[in-house]
T-cell receptor
């Protein structure tokens, strides 16, 4: 079955890099996503990576995918206070329709 | 920029009552979804809908739940007889079904359902 896990909290200083980690169990993922949820708001897609890629960079965001270890990470460079939010990784499976399976979410707190 | 909208933003109901949560997906999208997030827990898939029928549903989506696209714009989730454990944030999402941006699912802001 699908299971996606993340650490619950991460605290960083403004200007530092943040690395949010995610592990998943199902190797038949097609796309893996990172969503951001600010308080009281919906889920905003930040970036995604296709399962045959190892890395994707999008401005301050870098996604690394280790298929062997089923490990996905999101690195945010030069973290700002506006990056404080909950970050969810999600996977979409081959043959799994279009549904997304979400991780537990990581609360990122950026301190001055 | 087009967006998914949901109404109401907060719904309070008594246990056993019926509720209808409403969503307006992005106009040219073809696939529609409901997810829910119980406070402090992960976002869980409920149901997907395509071509006027359910394409997939989770174990959570039992006989108490139903979805409908009554016209060309709205997509609704009905809970027939609410239970305390239905209290959650309910998110609607839609996608065009294309491959752009990883077939991004656009999420609405959510409806917070509180069952008393």
């Amino acid at each position: 079955g699908e299971d996606v896990e993340q650490s619950l909290f991460l605290s960083v200083r403004e200007g530092d890099s943040s690395v949010i980690n995610c592990t998943y169990t199902d190797s038949s993922s097609t796309y893996l996503y990172w969503y951001k949820q600010e308080p009281g708001a919906g889920l905003q897609l930040l970036t995604y990576i296709f399962s045959n890629m190892d890395m994707k960079q999008d401005q301050r965001l870098t996604v690394l995918l280790n298929k062997k270890d089923k490990h996905l990470s999101l690195r945010i460079a030069d973290t700002q206070t506006g990056d404080s939010a909950i970050y969810f990784c999600a996977e979409r499976l081959t043959g799994g329709g279009n549904k997304l399976t979400f991780g537990t979410g990581t609360q990122l707190k950026v301190e001055l | 920029e087009p967006e998914v909208t949901q109404t109401p933003s907060h719904q309070v109901t008594q246990m056993g009552q019926e509720v209808i949560l409403r969503c307006v997906p992005i106009s040219n999208h073809l696939y529609f979804y409901w997810y829910r997030q119980i406070l402090g827990q992960k976002v869980e898939f409920l149901v997907s809908f395509y071509n006027n029928e359910i394409s997939e549903k989770s174990e959570i989506f039992d006989d108490q739940f139903s979805v409908e696209r009554p016209d060309g714009s709205n997509f609704t989730l009905k809970i027939r007889s609410t239970k305390l454990e239905d209290s959650a944030m309910y998110f609607c999402a839609s996608t065009s079904g294309g491959i752009g941006r990883g077939d991004e699912q656009f999420f609405g802001p959510g409806t917070r359902l509180t069952v008393l």
